[in-house]
């Protein structure tokens, strides 16, 4: 069949058109209906731990996409670091996950460290003290003169034990501690020592699954303190306040998802713990969940528990008075 002139010129139009829409499909950057998409910006946390289940609110925000459509491509740096702050001011990492305390006590070792924690991802501190359930031990102040186990004189387990002591007027010398390393479980078991700190989400379930029955004095019920949250450097986050709250955001999101479905949270999060055993990791994330919510305000820096904690700081001699407190934390990213 032969085509009139007319219609040669539609199909010959029809045709160019075609394949100037081929081409742009196929040009630099990807299409989502008809926008171009941005590249992703590339940003580090040093989590300084290995892989845990804890971390599930940052494995369920990268595996769920959520860091992808704040338009961040999130690299999660693990391992054991001494000194997680000052990795970071180093250019390890764009932000880490620190303790209030931890960086106070940087701050006042190092008047330089300009820091600010932007949400307060666990909202109670998580360590406690662990007594068997028969234990003579009822309140804080019958640990005067018993054994305590610890990892050691440094870290959350002795600051929060340190803590308990200061709320019971007591001090280290009115009770015996022991440096145990990480053997919490095995030391309270064998009846070594006559309490341990460990963490409210590990050690208590550890032992209870040995046959154990134990109680616990949680830090957080005695004496307010700081616990992990987002940490960047002063510097990015007042001159790239938007990728900071973008950041912060994309993993609060990640927590109301695993405070809404753990038993999805630890699938996702099999993926990047490797060899974890599900039903372990699920007992360890339901106990954490208390420790995400608080007072229902997940990410929420509290004023009153940054100075309540200063308070305490000063008193066991750990920091000097901070000038002008309020820089070192803001809400400011979560809305």
């Not at 959520?66 to 740096?77: R, S």
């Not at 305590?148 to 600051?159: C, F, K, L, M």
């Not at 009846?191 to 700190?197: E, G, L, Q, T």
């Not at 699954?209 to 510097?235: C, E, M, W």
């Amino acid at each position: 069949m032969r085509l009139s002139q007319r219609s040669f010129f539609l199909l010959l139009s029809s045709c160019v058109f075609l394949f100037s829409v081929g081409l742009t499909a196929c040009g630099a950057g990807s299409t989502t209906g008809g926008t171009t998409t941005k590249p992703l910006k590339n940003i580090s946390i040093g989590l300084g731990y290995n892989p845990d289940i804890q971390f599930a609110p940052f494995y369920v925000a990268k595996s769920k996409g959520y860091y992808q459509d704040a338009g961040l491509n999130v690299t999660f740096n693990h391992g054991i670091v001494p000194d997680l702050i000052g990795s970071m001011l180093a250019g390890k990492s764009d932000f880490v996950f620190a303790s209030g305390d931890e960086l106070l006590v940087a701050q006042d070792k190092n008047k330089g460290v300009q820091v600010v924690d932007v949400a307060n991802i666990f909202q109670r501190y998580p360590v406690s003290l662990i007594v068997p359930a028969d234990s003579p031990i009822k309140t804080l102040a019958d640990l005067k003169g018993h054994s305590i186990g610890e990892p050691g004189p440094y870290g959350a387990t002795h600051t929060g034990l340190l803590a308990l002591l200061y709320k019971a007027n007591l001090t280290a010398s009115d009770v015996n501690l022991q440096s145990i390393g990480y053997n919490q479980v095995s030391a309270l078991l064998a009846h070594r020592v006559d309490a341990v700190m460990g963490y409210a989400n590990n050690e208590p379930l550890q032992l209870e699954s040995h046959g154990l029955n134990v109680r616990t004095f949680a830090v957080s019920d005695y004496q307010p303190l700081v616990s992990n949250g987002i940490v960047v450097p002063q510097k990015t986050y007042q001159s790239d306040a938007a990728t900071v709250k973008a950041f912060v955001q994309a993993t609060l999101k990640g927590v109301q998802e695993v405070i809404r479905d753990p038993n999805g949270a630890v699938d996702v999060s099999k993926s990047f713990v490797p060899g974890m055993n599900t039903t372990q990791a699920l007992a360890v994330l339901k106990a954490t969940l208390p420790i995400y919510k608080g007072d229902g305000h997940p990410g929420y820096n509290d004023s009153a528990t940054w100075q309540a904690m200063e308070q305490f700081l000063i008193s066991q001699k750990m920091i000097s008075p901070v000038n002008n407190l309020s820089q070192y934390y803001t809400n400011d990213a979560l809305s």
